[in-house]
């Protein structure tokens, strides 16, 4: 199974989720709790859902059956911290495998060997992953990549070498990745691919994907000019690359996998439709053949048969998740899986005799409830849900909704509404996705149930540039940062006062990553429009943001040129655009939100951003978290972080419920 790879260039554009910073010494303004009330639990206090239920670590999650189908895997905490247990796959004797007492993994599979897990984890937020291997039977955890500074995963794995894994790392230069073979049973490392960074051409080597036997056989390159890609192939044994397609970065192509017989390449496309369609082409013949294709959303995640190869299912995400069966042989259970429950499903793991299934349903109130589906009896086992406590509380539901915006164009959207909400205008906070090249879902959301249960709307944008709508909807928000991104976010908003659902004084924006950029332009550029901001590791300067980002981005700053604006030939723009170059426009008060090791925006663009602002006397409450990155992994930094946000807008949004907030031992968090 191919695991990653498929050219580094296709992980870039979901990866900026959640951005920067940690402050400077100084002096700061008061906390929330400094400004809250002696009690702030109120009436109707005990319907309050805990914030320790909504964000506080699932009980169990993620389970994975092993290679042979006897084992499941799953991730369980303990003492508050994500660890590996393994069980019988009848659910009898459950045993703790990692002892993790850090960050906790969450990011692990098996290995083909029915004998080792293989799991990836940083040590404190940078994202300089490591790959570990860890022996089932004797509970030995060995590091398989101890390299500082250097970023490494798990690629490629054969279930006919199931002792071997191809291993992927910037260790010889930290702006490219070369490709390793792995030797789990005594952990040597082969250099199979250097990747030499420039071709001939001077075009940059995004990465490289291999066969189904492991044999590298694609390349991806990259003009950093014009942000032209072009990906090469060549057979197994051979040293030729000979181009395969070339298109623009206003366009996608996303292979899948090679054919069992290696003489084929399942790839997705929109080079003819907005949409993207998955072909299979001929690699004698060049014949290409069109399997699947939906004229609203871009296919998603494509399943294989793991004995012919051929792909079997396609999942659809417009508003709802839908599945397209490909592969008759599997109507079967579709049909009895999708009648089973009303959530929408995936198979979300299988043996290798594909005999055993785990399958996994989504619903708003539960990120997942997990089943073991025997195929031959055609008989369902509950396995466990992530968050069983949620069953206790009234949990509400999200409605997808088309809005427009004031051009017309069409705005994928999710409104929250809380239970027996009165039929008058409400709070609302406008929940900016990050990305932006990613998109919001129909399903659970701790930050949305949040919110919904103290008796806000919630309102979740599609703006244009976010993925998963075709490419004309992406390529719209092309240099529109602050620009028609924000427009579209701004028409949303209006909407819902417009229709009656929100109070136009009673309206905050809040995001992380881009949704925290997103905020910072929000209370910027409309002003008058939000009664508070929650900026959550989100960049204030376009500028320095772009000079300051990952070196193994790198490769991409033509994409980014186009994505976000070149930083000579558009730099008044990216300056005009950026928040903290109009900090005298904000008036309403702010809480700014910042991991200390994040790589991806650096710490200086919250700093910045906040001395800014009390320079201009703005209220603003900064919380830096230590141990931190882009996002949080540490159970009692997200608690933290929860309660945070929901006292200070407590305190500034009028008619809204709160649970006390009290300090969370062992968190990070230090307010500045």
Not at 256 to 276: A, H, K
Not at 502 to 531: E, H, K, N, Q
Request: glycine share 8%; aromatic share 10%.
């Amino acid at each position: 199974m191919n695991r990653g790879l498929l050219f580094a260039l296709l992980v870039l554009m979901s990866s900026m989720l959640v951005l920067t910073a940690c402050g400077e010494e100084g002096s700061s303004d008061s906390s929330p709790s400094d400004v809250a009330p002696d009690h702030i639990e109120s009436e109707g206090a005990a319907d309050l859902i805990p914030r320790a239920v909504l964000f506080g670590n699932p009980e169990r999650m993620r389970p994975q059956l092993s290679p042979a189908g006897d084992r499941i895997a799953y991730i369980a905490p303990v003492d508050s911290v994500l660890n590996l247990w393994v069980m019988n796959v009848d659910g009898s004797e459950p045993r703790q495998l990692t002892f993790d007492t850090n960050r906790g993994v969450t990011n692990y599979f098996w290995a083909e060997n029915n004998a080792h897990i293989l799991y990836m984890q940083d040590l404190a937020g940078e994202e300089n992953t490591h790959v570990y291997r860890l022996d089932v039977a004797a509970g030995d955890v060995i590091d398989m990549t101890p390299f500082e500074e250097v970023k490494a995963y798990v690629s490629a794995t054969d279930e006919d070498q199931p002792n071997t894994v191809l291993v992927e790392m910037n260790k010889i230069n930290p702006m490219f990745f070369d490709v390793y073979s792995c030797d789990l049973e005594t952990g040597e490392l082969t250099l199979l691919q250097e990747n030499p960074g420039t071709t001939e051409d001077g075009d940059m080597v995004l990465g490289y994907m291999t066969d189904e036997d492991l044999n590298i056989r694609g390349m991806g390159t990259i003009d950093p000019e014009d942000g032209t890609i072009v990906f090469f192939l060549k057979d197994a044994g051979t040293e030729d690359w000979v181009e395969f397609i070339s298109f623009s970065a206003l366009d996608s192509v996303s292979p899948e996998r090679f054919s069992n017989d290696g003489r084929g390449l399942y790839y997705q496309s929109n080079l003819e439709s907005n949409t993207t369609k998955l072909l299979y082409q001929d690699l004698d013949t060049g014949e290409i053949t069109e399997i699947a294709h939906d004229s609203l959303a871009d296919l998603g995640g494509v399943s294989f048969d793991p004995f012919t190869g051929e792909p079997r299912s396609v999942s659809i995400h417009y508003l709802r998740r839908n599945v397209e069966v490909l592969d008759a042989s599997i109507q079967d259970d579709f049909n009895f899986l999708g009648s089973y429950n009303p959530g929408d499903f995936a198979m979300v793991s299988r043996d290798n005799a594909d005999s055993t299934w785990i399958v996994a349903y989504f619903t708003p109130q539960n990120p997942a409830s997990y089943y073991v589906y025997d195929r031959t009896s055609k008989e369902m086992t509950f396995l466990f849900s992530a968050i069983p406590a949620l069953e206790d509380y009234q949990i509400a539901d999200i409605k997808p909704l088309l809005i427009p915006a004031r051009d017309g164009w069409e705005l994928p959207s999710y409104l929250t509404i809380p239970v027996n909400a009165a039929d008058e205008p409400l709070p609302m906070v406008l929940y900016v996705h990050g990305g932006p090249w990613a998109r919001d879902y129909y399903g659970y959301d701790p930050f949305s149930q949040l919110l919904a249960n103290r008796g806000f709307a919630v309102l979740q944008v599609n703006f244009r540039a976010s993925s998963g709508f075709g490419k004309e909807h992406l390529n719209a928000g092309n240099k529109e940062w602050g620009g028609l991104m924000q427009d579209d976010l701004t028409d949303a908003v209006r909407w819902a006062i417009d229709e009656g659902i929100a109070d136009s004084a009673r309206v905050v924006i809040m995001g992380g990553s881009y949704g925290g950029y997103a905020t910072l332009a929000g209370v910027t550029f409309t002003p008058d429009l939000y009664c508070a901001g929650v900026d959550f590791f989100g960049p204030s300067n376009l500028v320095t943001f772009r000079e300051t980002v990952p070196p193994y981005w790198r490769p991409h700053d033509a994409i980014m040129d186009i994505r976000i604006g070149d930083l000579e030939e558009d730099a008044e723009m990216l300056q005009d655009r950026s928040p903290l170059n109009h900090v005298e426009n904000i008036t309403v008060p702010m809480m700014v939100v910042q991991g200390v090791n994040d790589p991806r925006v650096v710490q200086a663009e919250s700093d910045q951003m906040v001395e800014a602002l009390r320079n201009n006397g703005n209220e603003v409450y900064y919380i830096v978290y230590g141990n931190e990155g882009h996002g949080f992994a540490i159970e009692a930094n997200r608690l933290e972080f929860a309660g945070r946000i929901e006292e200070f807008l407590y305190n500034h949004v009028r008619g809204v419920e709160c649970q006390l907030f009290e300090e969370i031992p062992n968190s990070t968090a230090e307010v500045r």
